[in-house]
């Protein structure tokens, strides 16, 4: 992989981040693609011959969101249940936004290298 490669992925990944982002509503499947696409490029970013700087910012992205383990919370019913679910819709988009941001500045620093 090279670096003109390198920011391609990172621009569809921004892209991606756009789509599930659009709709202010992030599912838990879209945050799972996410998460695979993204160890996925780590892979080929691990194995490739990338200056060892540009491989480390790269293996650093995490997309730092975990839903808790009673999410559906069917124990709970009014206007806390909406508050809560409400707060973890925000969670998720944030998470989204600061991946987003990540990838943003790595696009623009790759660029310069290259």
């Not at 090279?2 to 499947?29: A, G, M, P, W």
Request: hydrophobic share 35%.
């Amino acid at each position: 992989m090279n670096l003109k490669k390198c920011t391609d992925y990172l621009n569809f990944l921004i892209q991606e981040c756009d789509r599930h982002l659009y709709d202010n509503q992030v599912s838990e499947d879209e945050v799972q693609q996410l998460k695979i696409a993204l160890q996925r490029f780590q892979g080929t970013v691990k194995e490739s011959e990338l200056p060892s700087d540009v491989k480390k910012d790269l293996l650093d992205l995490r997309l730092d969101f975990t839903l808790p383990a009673n999410k559906d919370a069917k124990y709970l019913f009014g206007l806390f249940s909406k508050v809560r679910n409400y707060r973890w819709e925000e969670k998720k988009n944030f998470a989204l936004e600061s991946l987003k941001a990540k990838l943003s500045h790595l696009v623009v620093k790759l660029k310069l290298k290259s």
